[in-house]
């Protein structure tokens, strides 16, 4: 049982678009962070959200943690090539391991 | 930091052969964890250590799949006897503590034929 769905799965948008990607679960997490890998490289971790209702932004990434702490997104605004990658989510319920999302694959077209 | 190192990137086997991974996790990093890639399972983790001793191995597929820790700086993922569907990139991540920081290595790429 996958407790993380990311949607959508693959999204390819031009230069220039917006997009959100999101994050949902059943389960409450006590945190949850976001992640994105290029091929052939590890996941880099891009935020950590903890507190219900939390908005951060990193440059034009802003993430947004659920206020009942069961969801999360990823808006990114005017994307870029260099914004090509897999997107995933991952949470924690513990204060140990987490547990990944099914990934979204996004691909921005000059 | 020279980040967390992974060996070999790449490994072809046949299948029924043993097959060893390894992990350098970054230094001061008391959490090691193993995790394996595939397209249609995504990113799950195998079983992870804390201070070398291992916490959690509920996500081993089978006593095929063997980890261990001897020290604070090296890490291994062994699979004997390796089978087809044990194809898939291999992961090991490092943290200060728990989920915090986590710090992924880059991988090797097992194909087993």
């Known amino acids: 049982t996958q407790l993380l769905e990311q949607s959508p799965q693959f999204l390819s948008i031009q230069e220039g678009e917006n997009l959100t990607v999101y994050c949902n679960s059943s389960?409450?997490?006590?945190?949850l962070q976001w992640y994105r890998q290029e091929p052939g490289e590890g996941p880099v971790l891009l935020v950590t959200?903890?507190?219900?209702?939390e908005v951060k932004k990193l440059k034009r990434l802003t993430f947004q943690f659920g206020d009942a702490r069961k969801d999360s997104s990823l808006h990114i605004t005017a994307a870029q090539p260099g914004d090509t990658g897999l997107y995933l989510c991952a949470g924690a319920r513990g204060n140990e391991k987490l547990t990944f999302g099914t990934g979204t694959r996004l691909t921005i077209i000059p | 930091d020279a980040g967390v190192i992974q060996s070999p990137r790449h490994e072809v086997t046949e299948m029924g052969q043993e097959v060893t991974l390894r992990c350098k996790p970054i230094?001061?990093?008391?959490?090691l964890f193993w995790y394996r890639q595939t397209m249609m399972r995504g990113l799950e983790l195998l079983i992870y250590?804390?201070?070398?001793?291992?916490?959690?191995d509920s996500g081993m597929p089978e006593d095929r799949f063997s980890a261990k820790m001897p020290n604070a700086s090296f890490s291994t993922l062994k699979i004997q006897p390796s089978e087809p569907r044990d194809s898939a990139v291999y992961f090991c991540a490092s943290s200060l503590q728990g989920w915090y920081g986590y710090t992924f290595g880059s991988g090797t790429r097992l194909t087993v034929v």
């Open positions: 230094s001061g990093h008391d959490y």
């Open positions: 250590f804390n201070n070398n001793v291992p916490i959690d």
């Open positions: 959200v903890v507190t219900g209702g």
């Open positions: 389960s409450v997490f006590s945190s």
